[in-house]
Antibody
Framework: QVQLQESGPGLVNPSQTLSLACTVS??????????WSWIRQPPGKGLEWIGY???????YYSPSLKSRVTLSVDTSKNQLSLKLSSVTAADTAVYYC???????????????WGQGTLVTVSS | SYVLTQPPSVSVAPGETARITCGGN??????VHWYQQKPGQAPVLVVY???DRPSGIPERFSGSNSGNTATLTISRVEAGDEADYYC???????????FGGGTKLTVL
């Protein structure tokens, strides 16, 4: 059973960089069988896709966050990372990492999710 | 960018059938996926590829997709089905993963 676990600071100062990690167990990122995504959810609001990364390091970011987000992968640790720069209160959200299922080039969905971690941007 | 539209809320009595819609331009040409999210929990995939169910999801959950509307149908609704439901597609033209705004299902 694949499990994902997010970790990182729960409080970040405005204008600073938000950094989160996602540790994957029960499956290997380096198998190359899946993309891995980050998704966020502001309190009381809907889901927003941030972007995905492949084991090779190739990435794709949502245009709304592209200028501020960096995704990376450490296959030796079976770990994903998210960095979001120049944060404001609008970046306060629960951040999820998720595995993408589906057939490459045909359909993508999120079949395994982490439990999420709340990050608050405030001084 | 591709937009998915869901009704903010749907209410249904226990034992009845709930239908949650997801509208999008020619959504019938895309594969639609549905997630259930209960308060304080991560979303759970309940239907993928329009109408397939992951292992462990009750048969009461089903999906359909045609034209400009996809529908998640929950039969014999139970109190435990009360949750937010989100539809999602992959927009092949942009490689974006797109979510609908979510629908709160209330069991009366």
């Amino acid at each position: 059973q694949v499990q994902l676990q997010e970790s990182g600071p729960g409080l970040v100062n405005p204008s600073q960089t938000l950094s989160l990690a996602c540790t994957v167990s029960g499956g290997s990122i380096s198998s190359g069988a899946h993309y891995w995504s980050w998704i966020r959810q502001p309190p009381g609001k809907g889901l927003e896709w941030i972007g995905y990364i492949y084991y090779s390091g190739s990435t794709y970011y949502s245009p709304s966050l592209k200028s501020r987000v960096t995704l990376s992968v450490d296959t030796s640790k079976n770990q994903l990372s998210l960095k979001l720069s120049s944060v404001t209160a609008a970046d306060t959200a629960v951040y999820y990492c998720a595995r993408e299922g589906g057939i490459t080039g045909t359909t993508y969905y999120f079949d395994y999710w982490g439990q999420g971690t709340l990050v608050t941007v405030s001084s | 960018s591709y937009v998915l539209t869901q009704p903010p809320s749907v209410s249904v009595a226990p034992g009845e059938t709930a239908r949650i819609t997801c509208g999008g331009n020619n959504i019938g040409s895309k594969s639609v996926h549905w997630y259930q999210q209960k308060p304080g929990q991560a979303p759970v995939l309940v239907v993928y590829d329009d109408s397939d169910r992951p292992s462990g999801i009750p048969e009461r959950f089903s999906g359909s997709n045609s034209g400009n509307t996809a529908t998640l149908t929950i039969s014999r609704v139970e109190a435990g089905d009360e949750a937010d439901y989100y539809c999602q597609v992959w927009d092949s033209s942009s490689d974006h993963r797109v979510f609908g705004g979510g629908t709160k299902l209330t069991v009366l």
